[in-house]
Structures are given as structure tokens and as C-alpha cells.
């Protein structure tokens, strides 16, 4: 266990009180009594600051930080041009509302995400505040420029909390149950599953065809590799299928790479591992490294089909965020983060992937650049196990590692370390995830 500390070398992790701590404890009856019990909690720990890949509690423990905020902090937590660019930024103004007076920040966003996204094709951008306000606008935009209602979206996907995000997320427990009645028009289809052997090509289009018809369908919503779903790395070519299907047919396509953007697999965008280039692309999550923002970004015609005024909302693109989101761009190339990505990606897959055993309990070990996770199955190799995912997220945050668990049935590990950890933490934090693996 490293303890470096002291002058901005990078701290270690350090278990200094029981997990959580008695300073947690004392702030945890706090929250029962004034915050609804309907927020969930990975880790009770509260935290008092974060660094590039430690996150430090009230207690003064620190973990290894392979949670990132769910993919926020890609360029590191309270990241040094981030945290300069917002403080330069507050100085100066913190809100207008982009529909009261713009602002040179917005559009310089607009211009970098335009440039940035797959295809080199004329592209809008629209600013929000959250992943699914994103999904919701998409949305919007694919039924106007197509004057079509239908919607797809796919089994294991998750697009947001609200109404219509809600109903095009597959998973009923917790997001779904007892909120319904859900948006309509929203229609599901298997998502490629290579590890459980569902999802084919030709199903799935067989699939949307008998049930909806082309004809009807304004968008698919497709995450590239499904996040909250379980790290699930569709078949190759299955989303450029998938894609081709849809230009033949003048359905658009909706890519949410909410978490999967701004590095995280070792490209800006995850579309670009299959050479896909959406119609749509929505962002949020690491576009702020921390600041909440979230983006639109498509085709000009697509984008500008919507008539003046039928878009915006008091917060999107505040400046304070927008501010965030150039100094998070610029750090990914600066810091030469994507390449980061694949050696982060490349050296969890190869240490995890010696986990893997025909009798479990790791079923598979899968991913693209840092956007890893283990599968945990029964003895027979394929019954989901999600006591197992539990017992051993568990142990790593009791020893100071802090990962997150994922899929449809609960069952699997994700890892989504920030893209500035160094070789040593990350190393150090695998080892006591694959102790935690071996010990269920
Ligand atoms: N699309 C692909 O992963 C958010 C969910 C946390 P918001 N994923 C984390 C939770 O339990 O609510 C997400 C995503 C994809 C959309 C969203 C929604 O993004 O910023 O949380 O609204």
C-alpha cells in the first residue's frame, strides 16, 4: 500500500477507520432524515476531495477511484484545467441563459463537438444539462426531421430517468417499476449479446420489422456498447449492420454515448471502433469533467429541421459547464488520454481475462480501452450471479477500492478508472479486485 501524500505527488489508498467511518456515519443519519431513501448508494462513504484516482472520505480513507462518478471524471476528479477554467469563468459571469444573450462558450463547444464526433459531414450542436435531457432531444429532433413517432430501443439499454428516457431503458428494477404509464411509441428489441448468445443481426431486424415496420420508425436509440446494461461489447459489425438497415429504411440513428464518450474507450467516441457514423450523437457524463452538461450533435438539415424556439431549457450549456467541457478536450489531447485509455484497457483485460474459468465464478472478461468488466456466473458457466457481483464489490471498497456493479441481472463488475490513473494504482486496485473475485 503506497501513502505518498504531501506535495502534489499522487496520493495512496489508506483505510484509516472502519468503512464507512465513524464522520460517514455521523453524516448517514443525517441523510435519512432529510433526504428521500429513493436515492441509491454504491459506497456510504462521504467525500471530502478527489484527485486524479483517489477519492478521499470524511474519514481521511482513500480509495482507488474505478468508478469515476459513473464515467464523469474521465480527465481526472477536480482535474487542474478544469477547476482553472471554472474558477476563470466564474469570475467573470456564471449564467445569462444562451437564449437571453449567448455566449462565446456554448458555440465554442458546439464547434469542438461538430469536429470532434464521427463523419466529416456539416453537424448543429444543442447544449443540455444531463445524459437524458440528450436522449429526450434527440428524440425530439429524430420525430421531427422525420415526421415519423416510433421509437427503438434495445434490451439491456439504459437512457435516463425521465419519462421518455425511462421508457426507453430495458430494465424494470429500479428504474421502471411503479412509474409507469411509460412515454409511448417506444418499442424494444434484443441488444447483441455475444457471452449469452442473443441478439443476432438478422433477429433483431426481423424483429423490428414484423412488430413496427420500418416505415413507422423515426430513430433507434443505441448505446455502442451498452453501460449500465453490463460493458456489453456488441458482435462485430452489428452496429454497422445495424446502421446500414437504418439508412435504407430513413430511420436515423440515435448513438448514445453518454458514458461511453470522450475517451472512454480509447477513441472519442466508442461508434468510431466500427467505423459507424450516427445520424445523432448525444454526450454528457466526461464532456464536464464533473460540471453537469450534456450535448445533441447531428447532421445539420437533421438538426436545423426543428423550427426557432424548439429547443433550449434555462440551463443547457451553462457557461460555467461549457467553460468545463474546452478545458476537458483540451486535457484529453494534451495528455494524450485516448492512447491512455487503450493501455488502461489493455492491461485490466489481460490480467482479468486469467480469471476467467469454464466453472466460474468469471464468465467472461470484457470491454474496449477503460470501459472494462467481469461477468460472474454460476458453476454452470452461464446462470447470472449477482450475490457473487455484490459480495465482491464489497470487498473491494472494504479494502479500499471502489468499483461499481452493472447488468441486467446485477452480475457484473465494472471498472471505469479515470483516464489520468497511474500505472500503479491501477495496477494496486486490480490486485485486490481479482483477491475480491477469488475469495467469492
Ligand atoms: N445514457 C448511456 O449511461 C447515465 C445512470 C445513473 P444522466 N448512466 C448512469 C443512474 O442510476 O441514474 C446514462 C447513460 C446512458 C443516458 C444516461 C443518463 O444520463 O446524466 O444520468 O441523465
Known sequence: MTDAGAGGEERGRRLATDVPGPASRRLAARRAAAVTRAVGTTLGVFAARAEAGILEDVDGNRFIDFASGISVTNVGNAAPAVVAAVRHQAGLFTHTCFQVTPYEGYVAVCERLNALTPGDHEKRSLLVNS???????????????????????????????TLLTMSLTGKAVPYKEGFGPFAPEVYRAPYSYPFRNTGRLEEVIAHVETTVGAESIACVVVEPICGEGGFIVPEPGWLAGLSRWCAEHGVLVVADEVQTAMGRTGTWFACEHEHVVPDLVTTAKSLGGGLPIGAVTGRAEVMDAVHPGGLGGTFGGNPLACAAALAVCDTIERQGLLERARHIGDMALRRLEKLVAATGPVGEARGRGAMVAVELVGSDGHTPDAAAARAAAAACHRHGVLVLTAGTYGNVIRLLPPLVISDELLGEGLEVLEAALQGV
Open 131 to 161: 445524459g437524458a435531457e440528450a436522449v429526450e432531444n434527440a428524440v425530439k429532433v429524430a420525430r421531427y426531421a422525420t415526421g415519423r413517432q416510433a421509437v427503438v430501443a434495445f434490451d439491456h439499454g439504459f437512457h435516463g430517468r
